[in-house]
């Protein structure tokens, strides 16, 4: 159960000065617009507003975010709207619960072949970079509560998890998110693989605790020796779902994944680092090819670290991992580190790291660059439109409650002439059916209809299929008449 009370005395250690009395208003708000609602677990709705706000405060969001965090569902499923929270809490609240609902919108029907457009909608639509994060905190409180829901709804959103919401989190080089996120999804999205990969890690994994503990005593007595002074020495262990896929690379043999558990080692500067690797290799043995640098040469995420594997005692073999604190507080947070509430006197950031961050905040830019349509999908998320998939993965933009026959008429007039059924999402479904983001619509046709149906005016949405079906309408009484007149 989390209380609002705890969730400020959190807050309050990284942010003394915080607007205590702005954060209880926000939570009486929240649980006013919720009262009387239940989650599937039978705990009261504002538990989960709560939950995503302490989320945030463990990755030390600033105020605007842990706001929002508290009210991100109140204008999808409370009488209250956007425009209450607006003049209740101000346009920069208001414009995070807005970029949520909206980005809530987009869903992954289980299609990997969408994944990757669906995964640059999503960085693409989010306005800004703290939109996505209040969704990972929304999203990892979902997953920790998921065993509640209907089981095609569990397999759907942790499909969703590992296939969207992780390598993003990933993108923006957030380590942490993504491991927590891909663990609580794993055992719903492939339940078999996920007892399988449990049952070969457990025995090694306690044998080498054991021995990591070991050669951790060592590697400290040594670097004291040296006098090379180190923050922490820790024992990490590979997160179960990349552990999984690691083991898939390495012929589905454990026994040549390396990492399993690693020795972690934070130091207080670059110099220190390299120094701690030298002492290593002066120790041990390393494996030929398998020393990597990237301090100098960091991952595209941003990520950096030296990795070394060695031979340690008794030769069984080793990873190292050493960084000092800024990267190892950027691998683990990467976009979100940067986005931090700072306390006073803290150390300001590189010239490197800024660098690096706006890097980061123009991955949007370049990905709306490079993709016409998604530059399109920028502009029309303001005109409130909605993104759906061909059965190739192409994606096409209507607005909001466009129809299949919409749809058909987009794709060509022919097969909007011509449609006779729709499936969206494997089932079959109405011609007047609302298409939602994320949709996969397939259009069946009949090659013996010549004219469309007046009716379709109706529901159609856009003026392409209006004008389209009156057009064909008109073509055809037009031939009617001259067949008239000919026959005269
Ligand atoms: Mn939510």
Known sequence: MHTIDQIIEKIRSYNPLVDEKLLRDAYEFAAMAHAGQKRLTGED???HSLATMSNLASLRMDTPTLVAGL???????TSYTLEDIRKKFGKEVAKLVEGITKLGTLKYRGLERYAENLRKMFIAMAEDIRIIIIKFADRLNNLQTLSHLRPDKRKRIALETLEIYAPIANRLGMGDMKGNLEDLAFPYAMPKEYTWVVGISQSRLKIEKKYLEKIKKILHKELLENSIPVTSIDVRIKHLYSLYKKILEKERDIDKVYDL???????????DCYRVLGAIHKKWVPLKGRIKDYIAQPKPNGYQSL???????????????????????????GVAAHLRYKEFGAK???KEKTEWLKNLLIIQKKIADNNAYLAEVKVDVFQNRIFVFTPKGDVIDLPENATPVDFAYHIHTDIGDKCASAIINDQIAPLSSRLRSGD???IKINKNRTVPNEDWLNFVRTNLAKDKIRQSLRQKQEGVISRLLNRE
């Open 307 to 333: 990795h070394t594997t060695v031979f340690a005692d008794k030769g069984k073999i080793v990873e190292f991992q050493i960084r000092d604190e800024e990267m190892h507080e950027l691998a683990e947070y």
């Open 71 to 77: 009210l991100h569902d109140v204008p999808e499923d």
């Open 45 to 47: 709705y504002i538990q």
């Open 348 to 350: 300001k950031m590189s």
């Open 261 to 271: 558990i690693a020795v972690r080692i934070i130091c207080k500067s670059v110099a």
């Open 440 to 442: 996969v619509v397939e």
